[in-house]
């Protein structure tokens, strides 16, 4: 069974410029979340999709930041426009109800 | 909301000695406390979990403890060896009966990480 997959694995853009980030869940799991590591520290929630709908979103830093799932698939984020503190990596995670969280390898961005 | 605090930041020992990574965390209403292992360049992976009913979980050379009262948690690793080497990441977690499903459950709180270097 495939993992979690995420795209690109790197990304380095100039500051003001759009990056949409896009992961692949673990094909059946409903549930999907988004995280983030900034600089070393601890891997901090985004947000948190059930199927297509987001149940919990109270991560996501500002309005700079997008989500979706379209059909319950696959999801993106997208970040507009890229500020400097927006460098981190970005993971996605899956699971199947409330079981164990699956995590992707991640995209590394760089904002410069 | 929850916070989780893990030390200790970074951790060094010779191969065949015990690690401990220990954590806190604020809200008594997390129930589900698990661990992840993060090799370099790899993504995390779970390498144990307990639930708020259990006191102890035991899995080959590594253990986890839970402490309810005192709102704490620790990762044990028993006779270490080099391939232990990766940072670890304790979190807590809320888990809701399908009946009691809010607006806010599953994500996971995460403290900030254990660099642990097994040296051989």
């Not at chain 1, 987001?54 to 830093?61: H, T, V, W």
């Not at chain 2, 916070?3 to 809200?27: F, M, R, W």
């Not at chain 2, 995390?44 to 402490?67: C, H, M, Y």
């Not at chain 2, 807590?92 to 660099?115: C, D, E, N, V």
């Amino acid at each position: 069974e495939a993992g979690v997959t995420q795209f690109p694995s790197h990304s380095v853009i100039e500051k003001g410029q759009t990056v949409t980030l896009r992961c692949d869940p673990i094909s059946g799991h409903d549930n999907l979340y988004w995280y983030r590591r900034v600089m070393g520290k601890e891997i901090k929630f985004l947000l948190h999709f059930v199927k297509e709908s987001k149940q919990d979103e109270s991560g996501m830093p500002n309005n700079r930041f997008l989500a979706e799932r379209t059909g319950g698939t696959y999801s993106t984020l997208k970040v507009q426009p890229a500020e400097l503190e927006d460098s981190g990596v970005y993971f996605c995670a899956s699971s199947q109800d409330q079981g164990t969280q699956y995590f992707g390898p991640g995209t590394r961005l760089l904002v410069l | 909301g929850e916070n989780v605090e893990q030390h200790p930041s970074t951790l060094s020992v010779q191969e065949g000695d015990s690690a401990v990574i220990k954590c806190t965390y604020s809200d008594s209403a997390s129930n589900y406390f698990p661990w992840y292992k993060q090799e370099l360049g790899k993504r995390p992976q779970l390498i144990i979990d307990i639930r708020s009913n259990v006191g102890e979980k035991k899995d080959q050379r590594i253990a986890v403890t839970l402490n309810k009262t005192a709102k704490h948690f620790s990762l044990h690793i028993t006779e270490t060896q080099p391939e232990d080497s990766a940072v670890y990441f304790c979190a807590a977690s809320l888990r809701l009966p399908p009946w009691a499903l809010g607006t806010s459950y599953g994500k996971l709180t995460f403290g900030q990480g254990t660099i642990l270097t097994v040296h051989p």
